[in-house]
């Protein structure tokens, strides 16, 4: 791999620059499937691959062309994924930097983060986790407490974080603490890139219901973080966190992208350096357990190979399963037309994202009966009902909570009044917060 700051590009053919027109879907599936032709090499590392996909721009298509990206629209950008899948190749890293650090950094981010720690993220090199909730800080985010003092050119920070998904796979955060508590509580935080590999970061698990340990709290003693790595500027942290909760809402909403299967980046996790030909067919990690699209198909799959199909309450719910899923897919395409946007689309689709992992394990639980009590691969179901049982509490409260949601569609979107509340200009320090 080339050395940081010297990082060359792959021409981009078919691009929207200086006003040349958007290539079409078709053109668009044509170049790749040319590209995939001549690059997609099953025996090299995962490393490799991620690579030579992120310079190539097909990594996050989406990004503009200075953010190693190609300026297009989400339909090209996702039939660049369906080509990808359907070659058999493996789509962009998983995890949290790719889904939510990359747009912060290509909306909020300097030219030195977009040239490097963007690629870092986009080739797979750093894994991300998210370094938001606190012990008394999760709805209202911006009542966090974890401080970071300046001392010379750097940050000392001291705090705890919770709920810090896959916190243990990963070498940076995405950090938010307050730097000026005499400014409202909005306005004294601030964004930084964050090295959780260093002394004074200290990782403890959370087991959860589904006996894995997804999330972690992570507690902070005397932690440095550099005045190079502050995304977005001094004190202007909420409005970069902010890109960063939409990116979650939308990702979560519409499922997130990427190809026929992909490994875990960053260097703790250990995958760089393996086969990436061994990671195709594998499907996304950190994801939300199985809510996606395909919820409808695979009740349905589920229901004729127990012979349950023919029995009306369980047709019912598949169909209205399969309604909601419709519903869900109709919403994100009208998001993507500009002049029919309301500003709630990722908020709608995070909500609806959750009914349908909940009407999801309903009549999954009516197909399978008291098999669901039992868990294992083969069992009816093979796990996956079981699986979505256990996790399905979880996509109502991560990425904020539905009645959070509801909260911001209600105020922003139908311009509700707001809930009461402290004058907004009070400085944090004589605000009442958990402490
Ligand atoms: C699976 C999972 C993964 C997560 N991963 C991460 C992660 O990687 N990084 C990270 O930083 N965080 C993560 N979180 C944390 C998540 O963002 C918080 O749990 C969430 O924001 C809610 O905060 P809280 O748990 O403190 O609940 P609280 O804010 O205490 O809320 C408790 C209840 O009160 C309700 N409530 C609170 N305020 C209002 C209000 N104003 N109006 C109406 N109802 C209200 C909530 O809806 C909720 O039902 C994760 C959570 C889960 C479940």
């Not at 310079?55 to 660049?80: I, N, T």
Request: glycine share 14%.
């Amino acid at each position: 791999m080339t050395a940081e700051g010297t990082l060359p590009r792959v021409a981009h053919s078919l691009t929207r620059s200086g006003g040349v027109a958007l290539p079409s879907v078709e053109d668009v599936r044509t170049e790749v499937k040319a590209w995939l032709e001549e690059n997609w090499d099953p025996d090299a590392t995962v490393g490799q691959w991620w690579d030579t996909l992120a310079r190539a721009g097909y990594a996050a298509p989406m990004f503009p062309e200075d953010c190693w990206g190609k300026g297009w629209p989400r339909d090209l950008a996702m039939a660049v994924n369906e080509v990808i899948s359907e070659h058999g190749a493996v789509g962009p890293p998983a995890g949290l930097g790719y889904l939510l650090a990359a747009p912060t950094i290509v909306a909020h981010g300097n030219e030195r983060q977009k040239q490097e720690d963007l690629f870092r993220i986009l080739s797979g090199q750093d894994a991300w986790c998210q370094l938001f909730s606190e012990p008394g800080a999760g709805s209202d985010l911006a009542s966090l407490g974890t401080r970071a003092v300046k001392d010379g050119d750097e940050w000392i920070v001291n705090g705890q974080k919770v709920w810090t998904s896959t916190a243990k796979q990963c070498n940076v955060g995405m950090l938010i603490a307050r730097t000026d508590v005499d400014l409202p509580k909005h306005k004294g935080i601030t964004y930084f890139r964050f090295d959780m590999t260093q002394p004074g970061v200290e990782i403890r698990p959370l087991r959860e219901m589904t006996g894995r340990a997804m999330f972690n709290e992570v507690f902070i003693d005397n932690a440095r973080v550099s005045n190079d790595d502050i995304i977005g500027g001094l004190n202007n942290g909420w409005a970069a966190a902010n890109t960063t909760l939409m990116a979650e809402r939308t990702g979560l909403g519409t499922g997130g992208t990427g190809g026929a299967g992909n490994a875990f980046p960053g260097p703790i996790a250990g995958q760089l350096d393996d086969r990436v030909g061994d990671h195709v067919g594998q499907i996304r990690t950190g994801g939300t357990g199985g809510g996606g699209m395909a919820a409808a198909n695979r009740m349905l799959k589920l229901a004729q190979e127990l012979g349950r199909n023919r029995e009306k309450p369980i047709r019912q719910k598949l169909a209205k399963l399969y309604t909601l899923q419709q519903i869900g897919r109709y919403s994100v395409l009208r998001a993507k037309n500009p002049n029919q946007r309301t500003g709630g689309e990722a908020n709608i689709a995070k909500l609806m994202m959750s009914d349908l992992l909940r009407l999801q394990r309903e009549v999954g639980n009516e197909i399978i009966g008291a098999n669901g009590m039992i868990m294992g691969p083969d069992t009816p179901g093979h796990g996956v009902v079981q699986e979505v049982t256990l996790f399905s509490p979880g996509p109502s409260i991560y990425g904020g909570t539905d009645q959070v949601q509801r909260n911001i569609l209600g105020e922003r979107v139908l311009g509700l009044p707001k809930e009461p509340g402290p004058a907004k200009d009070t400085p944090y320090r004589e605000l009442l917060v958990n402490t």
